[in-house]
């Protein structure tokens, strides 16, 4: 006698159909800002004005041409996700790849080029900012910190993410995969569980390594070693208190490596004791998917963002144990990227949505 295990097929979760239209909202919304600040001439962000403009490739576009190209890629994306929202068969191939390439190439812009270098040092500046704000320290104007600028930054990183899950879901939809796991039915061997947690573990202690050697150099300054800059600039850094600024970081980045080592840990899969209240709990996977991918794309961004700025190959720290670890950015997010998809391979399980695991 023999059993069949049945199948429990299940609609997808409302989420997956909410992303396309809610990316077309938020892609519409800034391609009109786009679009009234072409019209005005007035209103873009990333212009002669922002301080922070070298350390960002759009720094290489015109300050008169970015407002209409921006209102284009906005609008015309806008659409796309609008087309995606709508339920259809498998469009042709070629329509298919033009769409799902073009929609990337503006994801990858928004979320990885337009950020720069900004907003993951506000994020980890951002502890001691709060902290610190009753106090008075650090002394800088908080209107400066939190700027138009930075808001467009942010925003625009939502809305490459938002694009990208469109993508995603519409992918597996017009692929005949399931919109909730991405299974099609076909087994490939590097996404098994097993294979998972082998190129997973490369990969998670990879992007641990990178900052945890970058908060090491900012521990030594807080102890007084100079390692990799001159005993001069360290005593500015002390006179001027940038000194803790950078232990902070550093402090941000021992989190973070910890945090990633948590991905191939069993930690990372249930609570530890010491968390009261929550020991021995599953953690939910999209508390450790979510926040990591955000991360993985803001290291990206900052990589991509100082290693594109002229200022830091011209600075002497820039190609020096200081600088150093700002060259392997780039590869934490991708490692860290890597880690958080095995992860997520390992975790999944059977998907509710078509019964495959």
């Known amino acids: 006698m023999t059993t069949t295990a049945s199948r429990t097929h299940r609609a997808p979760p409302r989420r997956h159909h909410r992303l396309a239209p809610l990316a077309a909202a938020w892609l519409g919304l800034w391609g009109v800002l786009a679009l009234l600040a072409t019209v005005t001439g007035a209103g873009y962000p990333f212009g002669d004005d922002d301080p922070n403009r070298e350390s960002s490739l759009l720094r290489l576009v015109s300050a008169d041409v970015a407002p209409p190209l921006f209102a284009g890629l906005l609008l015309t994306a806008a659409v796309a996700a609008l087309a995606m929202a709508t ?11 033009l ?16 950020p720069g270098t900004q907003v993951l040092v506000i994020l980890g500046y951002l502890p001691i900012l709060l902290v610190g704000a009753p106090f008075g320290w650090p002394p800088v104007d908080y209107a400066d910190v939190f700027t138009w600028a930075l808001a467009v930054r942010v925003a625009s990183m939502v809305g ?3 694009l990208a899950g469109a993508l995603l879901v519409w992918h597996r939809r017009t692929g005949g995969a399931c919109v909730t796991c991405g299974r099609d039915g076909a087994e490939r061997g590097w996404t098994t569980p097993a294979a998972a947690a082998r190129w997973g573990r490369w990969a998670a202690w990879t992007a ?22 001159s005993r001069d600039f360290l005593d500015e850094m002390w006179d001027s208190g940038l000194v803790w600024a950078g232990a902070g970081l550093g402090a941000f980045a021992t989190v973070g490596a910890v ?25 939910p996977v999209a508390l450790a998917v979510i926040p990591a991918t955000l991360v993985a794309i803001a290291v990206t961004a900052t990589g991509l963002g100082a290693l594109s700025s002229v200022e830091f190959w011209r600075q002497e720290v820039g190609l020096g144990l200081a600088g150093g670890p700002l060259l392997l950015f780039p590869v934490w997010g991708v490692a860290l990227g890597a880690a958080t998809y095995a992860y997520h391979l390992r975790r999944r399980g059977t998907c509710r949505s078509c019964g495959r695991g």
């Open 160 to 162: 490459g993410v938002l």
């Open 99 to 114: 769409l799902l390439g073009y929609g990337g190439a503006v994801a990858f812009v928004l979320a990885v080029v337009v």
């Open 259 to 283: 945090l990633t080592l948590g991905l191939v840990r069993p930690w990372g899969e249930r609570f530890p004791r010491w968390m009261v209240g929550l020991a021995g709990r599953r953690v």
């Open 87 to 97: 339920p259809s068969t498998r469009p042709p191939k070629p329509v298919r790849a």
């Open 208 to 229: 641990a390594a990178i900052p945890f050697g970058y908060a090491l150099i900012r521990f030594a300054w807080a102890v007084g070693v100079p390692l990799g800059i």
